[in-house]
């Protein structure tokens, strides 16, 4: 049996920082963005916590789903290698408007979805103000529905760098310890304390954080409306975002569909990378 060779990922020659790959202007923002695979195309939707960027969120699974499909992963405004317009704000819109503007200037009239916590909220948001765009919806660990803001979420986005506190966040998300080690939140660490990252972090999810979560959400009315096939992803585990989200998000979306992984926390697509790849790509090459 021949097996298909891997998807070429990019990885900024450079630099030799995989996290750097294609960088292109959206909404007259310079993006950093990863570009892989060929056929209709799928839209990476990274999460918020501190010093993340689309390639942290998604190396594990971006070459498996890049096997059958064409897979954009962009930093979004504010976060990894994109740029932080020191006047920009930080509001659900601006980042639609950001993300909207990416699918423009690669030419993309039509994508699916896949949203990760904060980018969950921006999936739901993007597909409510521009149906059009949007095939196929897949949320995991969805923020965008209200909900009282965890604990666990209130240390995510009220992060103050530090070894330690960043070690702390990693036992946070993952429901399996041993996927985390110091060399892991050393990464993450660093990554945080890079010139503007912290800046621009602490300026999205200022205090009283309860608010952010509220300015995430989107509309009963609106997500009860929306035709997408959609798939819900969680972890049962999840410390960060509780699952009753994903209960909410299946009973209000009429097509959707929910898979709850057990013995797995926020990183569902870290903690159950293969079974997380596999979900998502047999349910976006469904036939309609």
Partial sequence: MSVSPEPEIDKNPS???????RSIAAA???????????????????????????WANWRLVLPAL???????????????????????????????????GLLDALELKQVDL??????????????????????????????????????????VWGYQPSFENMRRLMDLFAYDHNLVNDELAELRYR??????????????????????????????????ALPNETLVIHGREDRVIPLVNALTLADWIPNAQLHVFGKCGHWTQIEHAARFARLVGDFLTEAV
């Avoid at 962009?74 to 408007?97: E, H, I, K, Q």
């Avoid at 800046?199 to 609106?222: G, N, T």
């Fill in 66 to 100: 890049a096997r059958n499909r064409r897979v954009i992963a962009p930093d979004l405004v504010g976060f990894g290698f994109s740029d932080r317009p020191p006047d920009f704000r930080y509001t659900l819109d601006n980042w639609v408007a950001h993300a909207v």
């Fill in 191 to 224: 990554a945080s304390i890079r010139p503007g990252f912290q800046e621009s972090f602490a300026a999205m999810f200022p205090v009283p954080r309860q608010a952010a979560v509220d300015a995430l959400c989107s509309r009963e009315a609106d997500i009860c």
């Fill in 114 to 155: 896949v949203g990760n916590s904060f980018g969950g909220a921006l999936a739901l948001g993007l597909s409510i103000r521009d149906p059009q765009r949007v095939r196929r919806l897949v949320l995991m660990g969805s923020v965008g529905v209200p909900f009282p803001i965890t604990p666990g979420l209130e240390s």
């Fill in 28 to 54: 007259g923002i310079r993006t950093n963005y990863h570009d892989a695979g060929m056929g209709a195309p799928a839209m990476l939707l990274h999460g918020s916590g501190p010093g993340v960027s689309a």
């Fill in 15 to 21: 630099t030799g920082n995989p996290e750097i790959g």
